[in-house]
């Protein structure tokens, strides 16, 4: 271990123990110590413990942890604080610009305990009612999130395939002989990217042109590899006019679909429009979305025709979201004019539940009065509605957090876990299915409890649950927020197959978040969705129909 290495030790003992509250002196002792260190030359490992007690800024007391470290690999005073401080709060302090003081507070006022988390919790606004916080601070915390999950080498497919289509777009519109795609994990929409992949024509000058994309351009095996700041690495794969299809085709993979491909198709080797793959072989085009998809590649395969998938036009109402009832930004009367301009014939209100406290859920008092307002709103909407729901906790023993003459006032119920989530597989799937068995549950909110690149989620048994919503005529949530996308996709084809409607619903907090319905859809479509099968497809009366049927 080299000096910095054990320098850093010093640092991360001393955040541990400010988490601690800890005496505020020996913690200056370590952050001095981890200064004086970095800047010694001579390794540690070669002085003794003697020589190392001159040194500036270390003294008797921290030499001894410096030997301990040299001769064991450990410091056990580290190693107990550690053992104390949950890894994912250890993890928040390795995000540059989040100190100790802020992690406390976010630590123990909401209880999270990931970067993940914590990043979702400024997506709801959890943040700004913190003690030293506020709105601007939340957003530089979100800011510093974004960075630090970019600099992990994978990437939320939102996140990344916006701010490179903005790139591209730019870059199409100054070089109108440039063609450049996405293709590989983007191309497919997969929810966690982790190379990124462009296919680019052949033009004079390619590298000078695509070294805009990034500070360092180089040649590695017939590829161009960019690298900047927010992406580790790019991958261009260059192609000429005439193999362009056929390139794009063979690297927008997996690789098991090309391979199923092959086995039943030759792949012509110079096409330049990849259509013309599928057309050489006399079949429907098959979307790069489902390709991951067994399921469908093996329908598609047998029957010649792909399915139509749900699109955005195919979205007749926004279902799921907050207003400042709970923890929204944007009250129900903004939220529900934003949703009606934006063309949606309906909007379902969801705030939280009364258990939700960190999230100011709705007491049963302002549950009534919340009803009010949606009727007074009401009276003004011609070809618009605003449905009463409630996203309702679902508490440990399956129960909702409402007595049933408060659940029968709501047009719908949607029951989601927010609490407790270390259960095994048996108090899951007991604490869910008694949620779904509830006569006043419409819709099973977000059933894993997961957030993506940051929380696994509880295990559930997925085929058993959707079993049990067929029964009850429980829909289940696709939750578009790009950090849940849960009811994972790769369960909607047996949903489909039980008549098990999907609700692709935004969760949204504020205005723009309606529109993260469209991750969603991407999502639906790796499913293989189709707009019949889509809850909130349904047109407005077919919706109510819906409601008053279960």
Request: hydrophobic fraction near 40%; charge should be negative.
């Amino acid at each position: 271990m080299n000096n910095k290495e054990i320098a850093k030790l010093f640092s991360e003992l001393a955040d541990l123990m400010e988490l601690q509250n800890e005496n505020p002196f020996k913690i200056k002792s370590y952050r001095n110590a981890h200064v004086s260190l970095r800047k010694i030359d001579t390794p540690l490992n070669t002085l003794s413990q003697t020589e190392m007690e001159v040194l500036p800024g270390v003294g008797k007391a921290i030499a001894e942890k410096i030997t301990q470290i040299v001769s064991t690999g450990k410091m056990p005073t580290l190693e107990k604080y550690r053992a104390i401080v949950p890894e994912g709060v250890r993890e928040m302090l390795k995000v540059h610009g989040l100190g100790p003081k802020k992690i406390d507070v976010i630590w123990r006022k909401l209880g999270i305990e990931s970067p993940g988390e914590l990043l979702y919790a400024c997506d709801e606004n959890r943040l700004v009612e913190l003690p030293g916080f506020g709105t601007k601070t939340q957003e530089d915390v979100k800011s510093k999130l974004a960075f630090y999950f970019n600099a992990s080498g994978k990437y939320l497919y939102p996140k990344v395939s916006e701010t490179l289509q903005t790139i591209l777009d730019e870059l199409n519109e100054k070089y109108p002989r440039l063609n450049i795609q996405f293709t590989g994990e983007l191309r497919r929409k997969c929810q966690i990217i982790e190379k990124i992949e462009l296919v680019c024509n052949d033009v004079p000058d390619l590298l000078n042109i695509l070294a805009q994309l990034g500070d360092v351009a180089e040649n590695y095996e017939g590829n161009l590899i960019l690298s900047r700041e927010d992406f580790d690495e790019i991958i261009i794969i260059p192609a000429s006019e005439d193999s362009f299809g056929t390139v794009l085709f063979e690297t927008t993979g997996p690789s098991e679909f090309v391979e199923k491909f092959r086995s039943h198709y030759q792949v012509p080797k110079n096409i330049a429009d990849e259509s013309a793959v599928f057309e050489a072989a006399q079949l429907d085009y098959f979307p790069p979305v489902l390709r991951d998809n067994d399921f469908e590649v093996d329908n598609f395969l047998k029957d010649k025709k792909s399915i139509q998938l749900i699109e955005y036009k195919d979205i007749k109402g926004i279902v799921h979201n907050h207003s400042t009832w709970s923890d929204g930004i944007h009250t129900l009367h903004e939220m529900s004019e934003h949703v009606k301009s934006n063309g949606f014939e309906y909007f379902v209100i969801s705030d939280h539940s009364k258990s939700a406290f960190y999230a100011n859920g709705l007491s049963e008092e302002r549950v009534r009065a919340q009803w009010n307002e949606i009727e007074s709103l009401n009276k003004d909407y011609i070809d618009f509605k605003i449905y009463k729901s409630i996203e309702s906790d679902i508490l440990s023993d399956g129960s909702l957090d409402y007595p049933d003459e408060v659940l029968a006032g709501f047009d719908l119920v949607i029951a989601s876990v927010h609490s407790n989530l270390n259960m095994d597989i048996d108090k899951a799937m007991k604490r869910l299915i008694a949620a779904v068995e509830n006569p006043f549950t419409r819709i099973l909110g977000h059933p894993t409890g997961r957030l993506l690149l940051a929380r696994k989620g509880y295990p559930v048994d997925h085929a058993r649950l959707i079993d049990a919503c067929a029964a009850n005529n429980v829909a289940i949530e696709l939750n578009a927020n790009p950090l849940r996308l849960d009811i994972d996709w790769s369960w909607i084809p047996y949903a489909m197959q039980k008549s098990v409607l999907i609700a692709i619903n935004p969760d949204a907090h504020n205005k723009s978040g309606i529109f993260d319905i469209r991750f969603g859809i991407n999502a639906a479509q790796k499913g293989g969705l189709t707009a019949d099968a889509c809850l909130n497809s349904m047109s407005r009366s077919r919706f109510e129909h819906w409601l008053h049927n279960k």
